[in-house]
């Protein structure tokens, strides 16, 4: 049964990057995508974008384009959510979550999540 | 882009009452819907993909049913362990790109 593990809590000045890990155990890494999801406080679910690992191949929401780069180490079945450009609307829990099956290069008909990393907590506070 | 939107916003009911909450979108996602709990603090757990298939491990009281653009989650007889926000998911299959509903929560009348 795979496990998301994600990298602990960060707090980051306005206008400077944070860059979050998600750690894949016990089960299949690179066929599966891995995409991020924010929650800010109080308020709903957010897609950021994904990463097919075996393909390195990133699609994100046009919200986050050119701000956000999500990237995957298969070597170490470690995916990364990088956010620049911080602003305090960024504060929020970001999770990861993998896909519920596997992915080709041109299809991902399981593009729902399960299983889901536990979360880090990114503030943006001066 | 497809934009979900959730009703009612809040449903107050109590335990052992049928549970039924709507998601509507702008267009047709076929059966590309999926359905989540979330607890406070917790993260999101997957109830519900294609529209109506049960996900591993998820009870018998929840079910899905729809196509198209109306979506229906079912809790038949709600334990205390449900009151919590429910969100609905669409996908594209290529470019993989993911919208979710705003979310409804369900709490204890």
């Known amino acids: 049964q795979v496990q998301l593990v994600q990298s602990g809590a960060e707090v980051k000045k306005p206008g400077s990057s944070v860059k979050v890990s998600c750690k894949a155990s016990?089960?299949?890494?690179?066929?599966?995508?891995i995409s991020w999801v924010r929650q800010a406080p109080g308020q709903g679910l957010e897609w950021m974008g994904g990463?097919?690992?075996?393909?390195?191949?990133?699609n994100y929401a046009q919200k986050f384009q050119g701000r956000v780069t999500i990237t995957a180490d298969e070597s170490t079945s470690t995916a990364y959510m990088e956010l620049s450009s911080l602003r305090s609307e960024d504060t929020a829990v970001y999770y990861c979550?993998?896909?519920?099956?596997?992915?080709?290069?041109?299809?991902?008909?399981?593009?729902?999540?399960?299983?889901w990393g536990q979360g880090t907590l990114v503030t943006v506070s001066s | 882009e497809i934009v979900l939107t959730q009703s009612p916003a809040t449903l107050s009911l109590s335990p052992g009452e049928r549970a039924t909450l709507s998601c509507r979108a702008s267009?047709?996602?076929?059966?590309?819907l999926a359905w989540y709990q979330q607890k406070p603090g917790q993260a999101p757990r997957l109830l519900i993909y294609?529209?109506?298939n049960r996900a591993t491990g998820i009870p018998a009281r929840f079910s899905g049913s729809g196509s198209g653009t109306d979506f229906t989650l079912t809790i038949s007889s709600l334990e205390p362990e449900d009151f919590a926000v429910y969100y609905c998911?669409?996908?594209?299959?290529?470019?993989?790109?993911?919208?979710f509903g705003p979310g409804t929560k369900v709490d204890i009348k």
């Open positions: 267009q047709s996602v076929s059966s590309y």
């Open positions: 979550a993998r896909t519920l099956g596997y992915c080709s290069s041109t299809s991902c008909p399981n593009n729902w999540f399960d299983p």
């Open positions: 294609d529209a109506s």
């Open positions: 998911q669409q996908r594209s299959n290529w470019p993989p790109r993911v919208t």
């Open positions: 990463i097919i690992p075996i393909f390195g191949t990133a």
């Open positions: 016990g089960g299949t890494f690179s066929s599966y995508a």
